[in-house]
C-alpha cells in the first residue's frame, strides 16, 4: 500500500465561520521550504476568509525577533515557544545551545507566548539507539524545567514505523509502533501534567491511540493534510469532539499535495475533513473545535 495515496474526500470545505489553526510556522525564510507568500499576505488571506486566530509556533532560536515584530501590529496571533529535538541530522550539544536561548525567553518573556511546543520526540528523524535515548532524556528535562511556567504543552510525537527500525537493533523496543505514545504517557505522568494541558499535534497514530489519549483528556489535532490523505484521517475514529483540534503546520501538510508549500487558511480543511468523518455539519464542526482551542490555549 503507498501510505501517500491521495484519498481527497468529496466534499468542499466552506469559509462562512471563524476557525482557530492551532499550530502553524510562519517562516519569512527557507528553513523548510520555499515561502510562495510573504508572511503579510498569509496574514491577511487567513483573516480575509477567516477573521479567526492562529497560534504560531516558535522555534525560538532563529524567528521570535521576527515574529514579535510582526506581532506588535497584528491581531488575532498568538505564539507557542517551541525547542528542536535532537536528530542523526541536529546534534545533542546543538539542540542544548539553543534550548539556553528557549529557556531565556521562555522564563523572562512568559507574556509573548501562550504555550510550550513544539518539542517532542522523533524516531523517524532519529534512528540509532543513542539519539533515541537522547530524544527521551531530553524530553523529560524540557518538561521537568518548564513545567513552573504552568503553560499548555504543543507536542510532536513520530513513533517508528517498519521504515524506521534501527538496524543496529532490530528487537529492540524503540521500534514499536506505540513506544513513544507509551514513554509521552510515562514522562508526562511522572511529572504530573495534566493530559487537559497537552495538544498531541498533528496526530500520527497508530490510529487506536486516537480515542486512548482522547479518553485520557489529552486533545488530539489534526491537520489540514487529512482532507487529501486517510493516514490522518483514520486516526480522529471515535476522538470525542471536544477534544479535536485543527491545525495546518504550515507551511507543511498541504490538504492535498506532497511537498507543496501551506498556509494558516488553509485550516478549514481540516474542518471538513472532521465533518466527512463525524457526518456533521462543517459550522457545528468549526463552532466546536474553535472553542477547543480558546480553552486549550485560554486565548478570547
Ligand atoms: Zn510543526
Request: hydrophobic share 30%; aromatic share 14%; net charge negative.
Amino acid at each position: 500500500m503507498n501510505r501517500n495515496r491521495n484519498e481527497v474526500i468529496p466534499i468542499k470545505p466552506e469559509n462562512e465561520f471563524p476557525l482557530v489553526d492551532s499550530h502553524a510556522h510562519f517562516p519569512d525564510k527557507e528553513p523548510y521550504r520555499k515561502p510562495t507568500h510573504s508572511i503579510e499576505s498569509q496574514y491577511e488571506f487567513f483573516f480575509e476568509k477567516h477573521n479567526g486566530q492562529f497560534i504560531i509556533s516558535s522555534g525560538s532560536d532563529w524567528d521570535y525577533d521576527y515574529i514579535q515584530d510582526f506581532f506588535q501590529t497584528h491581531e488575532n496571533m498568538y505564539m507557542s515557544l517551541g525547542t528542536g529535538i535532537p536528530s542523526n541530522r541536529y546534534s545533542i550539544d546543538k539542540a542544548q545551545k539553543d534550548y539556553k536561548v528557549f529557556l531565556e525567553i521562555a522564563e523572562n518573556n512568559p507574556e509573548t507566548y501562550v504555550a510550550i511546543g513544539e518539542f517532542g520526540l522523533d524516531f523517524h528523524h532519529g534512528k540509532t539507539l543513542k539519539v533515541r535515548q537522547q530524544q527521551i532524556e531530553y524530553f523529560q528535562k524540557v518538561i521537568q524545567e518548564t513545567k513552573h511556567l504552568n503553560k499548555p504543552y504543543v507536542l510532536h510525537v513520530r513513533n517508528a514505523t517498519q521504515r524506521d527500525i534501527d538496524q543496529q537493533n532490530p528487537n529492540h523496543e524503540f521500534n514499536q509502533r506505540d513506544f513513544l505514545n507509551k514513554t509521552v504517557i510515562r514522562i508526562l505522568e511522572e511529572e504530573e501534567i495534566s493530559p487537559e494541558r497537552v495538544m498531541w499535534h498533528c496526530f500520527s497514530g497508530p490510529s487506536e491511540w486516537g480515542p486512548k489519549l482522547a479518553n485520557m483528556g489529552y486533545y488530539i489535532s489534526i491537520p489540514s493534510s487529512a482532507y487529501g490523505f486517510n493516514r490522518w484521517r483514520r486516526n480522529i475514529k471515535g476522538v470525542p469532539l471536544d477534544r479535536l483540534l485543527t491545525e495546518t503546520d504550515a507551511c507543511m501538510q498541504h490538504p492535498f499535495k506532497m511537498g507543496t508549500y501551506n498556509t494558516p487558511a488553509n485550516v478549514k480543511y481540516a474542518v471538513a475533513a472532521i465533518s466527512y468523518v463525524y457526518e456533521m455539519e462543517q459550522q457545528d464542526v468549526a463552532e466546536q473545535v474553535a472553542k477547543n482551542a480558546r480553552k486549550f490555549f485560554d486565548i478570547n
